[in-house]
């Protein structure tokens, strides 16, 4: 079992910055993909940014130039440096993991509560 806890939402002006962060802890399983999600109001989630093992990163276009995704292995973490943030940016944000369980032998998926970012104008 993988627990995640998402931090680093909250309030910011247009143009702002803020940095999400999200650890893992558990045990037996090899953390691959890390991504994060963001779902708007009356929206679906959607991968806005994937970084790999091998840390290639992917971005949706709409945040390429201004998010920035990245990892600690040591410490099991993801983060997701976020400028010139824009009003439509605003809604919760996710982070999900995609683990190799050691135990059963299979890949899982996890994901955070959820961290509000809200930009205003």
């Not at 037996?28 to 940014?49: K, L, N």
């Not at 790999?52 to 292995?73: C, H, M, N, Q």
């Not at 605003?90 to 509560?113: A, P």
Request: some cysteine.
């Amino acid at each position: 079992q993988v627990q995640l806890v998402e931090s680093g939402g909250g309030l910011v002006q247009d143009g702002g910055s803020l940095r999400l962060s999200c650890a893992a802890s558990g045990s037996s399983f090899r953390i691959t993909d890390m991504s994060w999600y963001y779902q708007g109001p009356q929206q679906e989630r959607d991968e806005v940014a994937r970084i790999t093992l091998g840390r290639a990163t992917i971005y949706k276009d709409s945040v390429e130039g201004r998010f920035t995704i990245s990892r600690d292995d040591a410490k099991k973490m993801v983060f997701l440096q976020m400028n010139s943030l824009k009003p439509e940016d605003t809604g919760t944000y996710y982070c999900k993991v995609h683990v190799w369980n050691m135990i059963s032998s299979q890949y899982e998926d996890y994901w955070g509560q959820g961290t509000q970012v809200t930009v205003s104008s």
